[in-house]
């Protein structure tokens, strides 16, 4: 009996440590950034509930020591009451170093809270962004196209007529399911897929200044500190060292 064990107990080791060879384990990596962004935006009245605004902005990161990407939007307000507003926003972004395209949907509730001359701003809603000429990497898992929940709380104080320093921090939820597919060591067997999901991807936290040109226009100088998460996969095959 006492053989029978420990012949038991040699067959569950060696299972055990294939099975674990075989598996696959996820790893967080954190990459943090501090950026500078700039530019403008114009902003109109259509009618008495609509409203659109048109921004460019330049982005340096790599610690402000590089310019990386170039921001083209267009967001759309609808006014549900005087505090509270539907916006949707369409994005376009040049990555500059990589030569890749990417394309943002955000669809926000705003609501703005006035006390004098300071305003604090709650903002939940959607972001579906798409990488479209983006490089896959064999072993990095992502969604193609992100789809994410974000929330946003800011401030905001008026100096004088023309000066808006502000601050604020927002976080990002990842809800689609990323897929990464694996081709195996050898011809006869079958690739693995393996998903991740629903995931903290981001935080990040802005403080900069707004300078207002005239009702329609203003200029925006801040600083992002960003807190990424990505989901990278690391495997290892049974057969294989």
Same mark, same amino acid.
């Given at each position: 009996?006492?053989?029978?064990?420990?012949?038991?107990?040699?067959?569950?080791?060696?299972?055990?440590?294939?099975?674990?060879?075989?598996?696959?384990?996820?790893?967080?990596?954190?990459?943090?950034?501090?950026?500078?962004?700039?530019?403008?935006?114009?902003?109109?009245?259509?009618?008495?509930?609509?409203?659109?605004?048109?921004? !460019?902005?330049?982005?340096?990161?790599? /610690? @402000?020591?590089? =310019?990386?990407? +170039?921001?083209?939007?267009?967001?759309?307000?609808?006014?549900?009451?005087?505090?509270?507003?539907?916006?949707?926003?369409?994005?376009?972004?040049?990555?500059?170093?990589?030569?890749?395209?990417?394309?943002?949907?955000?669809?926000?509730?705003?609501?703005?809270?006035?006390?004098?001359?300071?305003?604090?701003?709650?903002?939940?809603?959607?972001?579906?962004?798409?990488?479209?000429?983006?490089?896959?990497?064999?072993?990095?898992?992502?969604?193609?196209?992100?789809?994410?929940?974000?929330?946003?709380?800011?401030?905001?104080?008026?100096?004088? !007529?023309?000066?808006?320093?502000?601050? /604020? @921090?927002?976080? =990002?939820?990842? +809800?689609?399911?990323?897929?990464?597919?694996?081709?195996?060591?050898?011809?006869?067997?079958?690739?693995?897929?393996?998903?991740?999901?629903?995931?903290?991807?981001?935080?990040?936290?802005?403080?900069?200044?707004?300078?207002?040109?005239?009702?329609?226009?203003?200029?925006?100088?801040?600083?992002?500190?960003?807190?990424?998460?990505?989901?990278?996969?690391?495997?290892?095959?049974?057969?294989?060292?």
């Amino acid at each position: 009996m006492k053989k029978l064990y420990i012949i038991c107990a040699v067959i569950v080791a060696v299972v055990g440590s294939t099975l674990s060879a075989s598996a696959q384990f996820y790893q967080t990596t954190h990459v943090e950034d501090v950026q500078l962004h700039s530019g403008f935006q114009v902003s109109g009245k259509l009618a008495d509930r609509w409203g659109v605004v048109w921004g !460019e902005e330049l982005y340096f990161g790599n /610690n @402000i020591s590089q =310019f990386q990407k +170039l921001y083209s939007r267009v967001m759309v307000h609808y006014y549900l009451k005087p505090n509270l507003t539907l916006s949707p926003l369409v994005m376009h972004i040049i990555n500059t170093p990589s030569k890749t395209h990417t394309f943002v949907h955000d669809m926000n509730i705003i609501y703005t809270h006035r006390i004098n001359r300071l305003a604090i701003t709650l903002r939940a809603g959607t972001r579906l962004q798409d990488n479209l000429s983006a490089v896959k990497e064999d072993r990095v898992v992502k969604a193609n196209p992100d789809f994410s929940a974000r929330a946003h709380i800011g401030a905001a104080y008026r100096l004088c !007529e023309h000066f808006e320093p502000y601050a /604020n @921090i927002e976080t =990002f939820l990842m +809800l689609t399911p990323a897929t990464c597919k694996m081709m195996p060591v050898g011809a006869d067997r079958n690739p693995s897929v393996y998903t991740t999901g629903l995931y903290p991807s981001r935080v990040r936290s802005n403080v900069g200044v707004k300078v207002l040109i005239d009702p329609h226009s203003s200029l925006s100088l801040y600083w992002r500190y960003d807190h990424t998460q990505t989901k990278y996969l690391s495997y290892e095959l049974a057969d294989a060292p």
